[in-house]
């Protein structure tokens, strides 16, 4: 099928202004917002010679949910992994640019990563509950952080994150079996739990349905809709329906640039970019 | 679109016929692979049967001993009442043998007749009277350990038929045997001297207890050394320790040293320990030190690759809340590395239980008659109990030797099995 669609015809739409070129990399829409929770400037990741992305210019909202979308390998994962230092635990990865949060750049040398995780959770692809108890998967980060005092707060802090993340109601019998023995759908529900247990007020979550079936996928959408109230969300996702069902900007990658950033109507009703297009219409290569 | 001429595989013919026809093949391949593999685990198999067929025939006799029954007279003249440690046991029992034969009269047959039952029987005596102060002056029956070659000649170890001069007992002595036989004052029984007793000249008297307590305290303290420090070791370098030259460099030497002939540990530890530092010889404090040096690159080892093994995403999991790096290697990493850093760690301490050569280099390998209290007692240890009975002459040591082997080989499987048993434990724990 693919002879039927070559490459290098832009598409234009009647009645709209023609798409920006393919060749061109810089990124279109909006990326700044007022009163930003972080702001990049200027961030490029390197693992050893090797660019993963570059020149991304972002700001991310407050309580608002962006979704970064793109071809595997765009490099999503590893902006993500920028916002909360966790590119710095692999060896050979550099970073260069700004990230501030509060006005602080999280890469300044006089920046401890320890408060900043505590402040921005994260949600990976592959739900990874520690092989601990239910209980203690949770209560672990509240606990190193010193964020609860005694037995009782720490029992309220348990029940009152599990129900949050709607898992409460399948574990309230058994929060002293390990984590790992839940199915896939609850571990990463645990895990969402874990994250929102410490407080933090941006969460990183990473294709956290990719490895889940469609009934638990729901669940976790519905969760993340709900979260959004409370925290700064940043979601990379490989679906654009779920970007779509529950973004309100969007941000898409291509070869390491941040190609478009756009109100997620916007993108995927009204693309700016021909790269944009070619991938929400499923053209893409 | 639907071209069949656009194959993928050249040629014509349906995959599932060229399938088929290479299937035949496939399968020899596949049981030939499998009959190589039931072989080699078969012929490794029959050499350990092999092995333990021949130890245990050597071995299992030494696990009796034969007593012989005397009336021994308690004769107050021999025996002070305020002294009976001086007594003359020996004499006593040389005077009940005499009884039972009065006719031997000539020395040098009255010391073949002595030479019937062990050295060992005046100590027998001495503590049976020690325990039973009111028989003294009255006759007892006591039974007392036979002579080696007695011994020998009961378990069948000794040839009837060997011309008198190539053989340890001669014929009277063997009449004297089989006259007491048929009197019923021969026996075999549990030889539990073998289980209480240190080393001794005597064969009859030579047990095994002396050098596994040396065995236990060596490793004692190889446990107590290697163990947090390989651990703390493996750690360090593995979760702490910057990636650079250096490390690199320690790690390469660290492969090396595990590869180092341990003789050339006992050759450092008689420089170090004993002529540096001026520890005694032969004692436990110092074999375990040489030990430690020994399995400490094996701990090491053992313990980074169960530190590697441990799964990025529950690193990335703990990191991601928050947690410092030692916070990280505490509470996630350590409890998941464990079991394999102690398997790593017994399977260090069953190879320092078997360990000689080093030990040699520092006197433990002193013929050591007395139990070892501590730490710093004179002791020898397992493995060279085993080599010095090897080397001994007597055929009664021969029957020792594979009985310590044997010994040695069951504190090995205990080891050994404890080591499946805490993994299983740990992992059920997860
Ligand atoms: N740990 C790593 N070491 C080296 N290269 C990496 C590493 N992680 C990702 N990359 C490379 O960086 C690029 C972006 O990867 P990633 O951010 O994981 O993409 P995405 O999440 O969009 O699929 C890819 O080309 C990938 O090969
Ligand atoms: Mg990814």
Known sequence: MNQEQTTGHPHIRPGRSPLVERTERATVGQTTVEDPRISCKNVAVYYDAKKAISNINLDIGRNEVIAMIGPSGCGKSTFLRCLNRMNDTIEGCTVSGQIFMDGKNIYDSDVDVVPLRAQVGMVFQKPNPFPKSIYDNIAYGARIHGLVQNRDETDELVVGSLKRAGLWGEVKDRLKMSGTSLSGGQQQRLCIARAIAVNPEVILMDEPCSSLDPIATAIIEELIDELK????????????????????????????????????????????????????????? | MNNLNKRAVPGNGRTIDIVKKGLNKRYRKERRFRVFGWAAVMISLGFLFLLFISIISNGYTAFQQTMVRLDVYLDTDVIDKDDLAGADYAKLIHEALLSVYPDVTKYNEKRKLYELVSTGAAYRLRDFVAKNRHAIGTTIQIWVPADDDVDMLIKGHIDRKTPQSRRRINDRQLAWVDHLISRGQVKKVFNMTFFTSGDSREPELAGIW????????????????????????????????PKNRWTDIIEVNINNLAAVPSIVYGLLGLAVFLNFFGLPRSVPLVGGLVLTLMTLPTIIIVGRSALKAVSPSIREAGLSIGASKVQLVAHHVLPQALPGMLTGTIIGMAQALGETAPLLMIGMVAFIVDIPAGFTDPSTVLPVQIYLWADSPERAFLEKTSAAIMVLLLFLMIMNATAVFLRRIFEKRQ
Do not use: K, W
């Open chain 1, 229 to 285: 109230q409370d925290y700064t969300i940043v979601i990379v996702t490989h679906s654009m329906q779920q970007a779509s069902r529950i973004s309100h900007r969007t941000a898409y990658f291509y070869q390491g640039d941040l190609v478009e950033v756009g109100s997620t109507d916007q993108v995927f009703l009204n693309p700016l970019h021909q790269l944009t297009e070619d991938y929400i219409t499923g053209r893409f290569e």
């Open chain 2, 210 to 241: 002396g050098a596994v307590c040396g065995s236990f305290y060596t490793l004692i303290v190889t446990l107590v050394l290697s163990f947090p420090i390989g651990g703390a070791a493996a750690v360090y370098l593995e979760e702490f320790a």
